[in-house]
């Protein structure tokens, strides 16, 4: 078990059991999953290896076989997926006229802004309807918990830029606080979910300026750690917050501010699908969360 508890472990990938068998690990229903084999072919070369292949000689495979199993495993996640998104497509009629009504809104920004240049009304009104939309889609996940956390993860995320476009959506309720949002780091890519994944640094930011100190800024980094990629948001706050509870559903950040505990509940949901991990580290006056996702590539 602490072979495969191993945190060396990369995604997709064939490794040797002590004993001698060939194992792949993937992904399925938010758990890993490892299948092993008596490969034949091709092998580590191992005496172990060998050892196993001559006691069981009518059950050898070769990787491919085991490759099999685990593209089963896949096809029926992204079918339950899919089902799974396709039921969360019916929404109450109300809603999806606030969604229809909200489009309208941004459609109407954009095109003023190309017409007239981009004026801090302008930018303020289409900030706030993007604004707007990242709660919709934050009730929508909230109604459907168990949609969100099977949303296909075929597409990639850059964290980068999505930090810096959500740096751009909140800046507007920064200044209001005299709070700069400062974003650093490389441009990492994962692999992810287009819809879901925002809501992590959109709520992340937003807490960091809801709750930070006014007049100090809100530094965003993203940075590579070995085969992992890391987002981290830190503030400076008054606030007292529990590193642990901080993550339940309903559990406010903190007394005497706006908010209904959902927030960092939702960011944990989204992380854990998107097979990572956040935390958070509190002391000294400063907030740091820190986001630990498996990384895909870092690009110019």
Not at 128 to 145: Q, V
Not at 169 to 183: K, P, T, W
Not at 265 to 293: P, Q
Request: glycine share 8%; with cysteine.
């Amino acid at each position: 078990m602490q072979h495969y508890r191993s945190p060396t472990w990369r995604h997709d990938e064939f490794r040797q059991c002590p004993f001698g068998f060939t194992t792949r690990n993937f992904h399925y229903a938010g758990k890993v999953w490892f299948v092993s084999g008596v490969v034949a072919h091709p092998r580590f070369n191992t005496a172990n290896e060998r050892a196993l292949a001559k006691k069981f000689p009518a059950s050898r495979v070769n990787r491919a076989s085991v490759d099999a199993v685990a593209r089963v495993a896949t096809a029926v996640e992204n079918a339950r997926a899919n089902a799974i998104a396709e039921g969360a497509q019916v929404l109450p009629q109300a809603f999806h006229e606030l969604r229809k009504l909200n489009g309208t809104i941004m459609q109407h920004s954009e095109r003023a802004i190309g017409e007239f240049g981009d004026s801090r009304s302008l930018l303020s009104i289409q900030g706030a309807a993007e604004l707007m939309r990242n709660n919709f889609d934050i009730l929508e996940a909230l109604s459907n918990i168990e949609g969100m956390r099977s949303l296909p993860r075929d597409g990639t995320v850059n964290l980068f830029d999505l930090a810096f476009k959500m740096k751009r959506v909140y800046q507007e309720r920064a200044a209001s606080r005299s709070i700069s949002i400062n974003v650093n780091g490389v441009r990492a890519i994962i692999k992810g979910s287009q819809k879901s994944f925002p809501l992590v640094p959109a709520v992340l930011i937003e807490n960091a300026i809801k709750y930070g100190t006014a007049y100090e800024p809100v530094l965003v980094d993203i940075s590579k750690k070995g085969t992992r990629a890391q987002l981290i948001v830190e503030n400076k706050s008054v606030h007292t917050i529990d590193s642990h509870q901080c993550f339940e559903r309903g559990v406010r950040f903190a007394n005497g501010v706006e908010g209904a505990g959902f927030g960092l509940f939702l960011a944990k949901e989204v992380v854990a699908a998107h097979y990572g991990f956040i935390t958070c580290e509190a002391g000294n006056g400063v907030v740091r969360m820190v986001v630990d996702l498996p990384l895909k590539d870092v690009i110019p």
